[in-house]
């Protein structure tokens, strides 16, 4: 079995900044694509960004220039640098990456998600 576990979610001001973490546990024989996600109350979840395990990035255009999506492949753990956050980017916050468990399955996981509050 495979467990995504996100962290480093919280409350910050607007123009504030926060760094999500997403480490990948259990039977990992190698990991693909890894990406961020977002849910505010009310709306459907929403592509923030992801890094394929070459590296190439690919950005919502509501965060370019704000956000930097990074992985360690040593630690299975991808990383989602947030600056200047804004009020509307409140929400839950969930990593997804595709794992491969052996030679011959891959599939996608997801985190339980963080919470992201950005307030006054």
């Known amino acids: 079995q495979v467990q995504l576990v996100e962290s480093g979610g919280g409350l910050v001001q607007p123009g504030g900044s926060l760094r999500l973490s997403c480490a990948a546990s259990?039977?990992?024989?190698?990991?693909?694509?890894m990406g961020w996600y977002r849910q505010a109350p009310g709306k459907q979840r929403e592509l923030v960004a992801t890094?394929?395990?070459?590296?190439?990035?690919n950005y919502a255009d509501s965060v370019k220039g704000r956000f930097t999506i990074t992985r360690d492949n040593a630690k299975n753990t991808v990383y989602l640098q947030m600056n200047s956050l804004k009020h509307e980017e409140t929400a839950v916050y969930y990593c997804?990456?595709?794992?491969?468990?052996?030679?011959?399955?891959?599939?996608?996981?997801w985190g339980r998600g963080t919470q992201v509050t950005v307030s006054s």
């Open positions: 890094i394929q395990s070459g590296g190439s990035t």
């Open positions: 997804n990456m595709e794992v491969a468990v052996s030679m011959f399955a891959t599939r996608p996981y």
């Open positions: 259990g039977m990992v024989f190698s990991i693909g694509a």
